[in-house]
């Protein structure tokens, strides 16, 4: 028994190179297809997260089911991720190759319909977005970025500048001072 969950049909290299492979392509994949498939996942981008790895598995695993096989697939798996990261972060012009650009779906509070349409993002995970960031509107919104890597940057619009608001207040608190002294000044007298 224990010698059948160890025991390697397939040779090592092999076992290392196909989630190399797999990986690989996955990424170029992604990359390919869009920010929204690293964005949000609504539940049909879910269902072909989950179909996709289900899909590739044997192709890393090939014909093997053992423990040594699964190990190793991970182990590659997660070399190469690491490798990639180091190297894509060591040669920022070769990430700059790999990256999508960013997508300004809100500028002044006005949404960029062409650019939803592109990301193939409706109104309602726009309104979603904004919802988790504390905005009611898109008028609220001076800028709304979905970035390369599916996040969303959200930039808010400031009704006034702190040294605005902060002199307003000012004023406000002279008034109320002002105020407060001459109804002392009233109450003194009577």
């Not at 423990?67 to 590659?76: D, L, P, T």
């Not at 012009?93 to 650009?101: D, G, I, T, V, Y």
């Not at 949404?111 to 905005?135: C, I, N, P």
Request: aromatic share 8%; proline share 4%.
């Amino acid at each position: 028994m224990i010698e059948s969950m160890f025991h390697l049909p397939l040779p090592v290299l092999e076992k290392i190179l196909r989630p190399v492979f797999v990986y690989l392509f996955l990424v170029g994949f992604l990359r390919l297809f869009g920010k929204r498939e690293l964005a949000q996942l609504n539940p049909f981008d879910l269902v072909v997260l989950l179909s996709l790895a289900n899909t590739v598995q044997n192709a890393m695993i090939g014909d093997d089911n053992s423990v040594s096989g699964g190990v190793i697939g991970a182990f590659s798996l997660l070399t190469v991720n690491w490798l990639l990261t180091r190297v894509l972060y060591r040669a920022p012009k070769l990430n700059k190759l790999f990256e999508l650009p960013e997508t300004v779906l809100i500028r002044h509070g006005v949404v960029d319909w062409e650019a939803m349409k592109k990301e193939a993002l409706t109104e309602l995970e726009l309104r979603s977005v904004l919802h988790k960031q504390g905005y009611d509107d898109f008028n609220e919104v001076e800028k709304c970025v979905l970035e390369p890597n599916g996040n969303f940057y959200l930039e808010g619009i400031k009704a006034m500048s702190d040294d605005a608001q902060r002199a307003e207040l000012m004023k406000a608190i002279e008034a109320l001072t002002r105020e407060v002294k001459d109804m002392r000044s009233e109450l003194a007298a009577r």
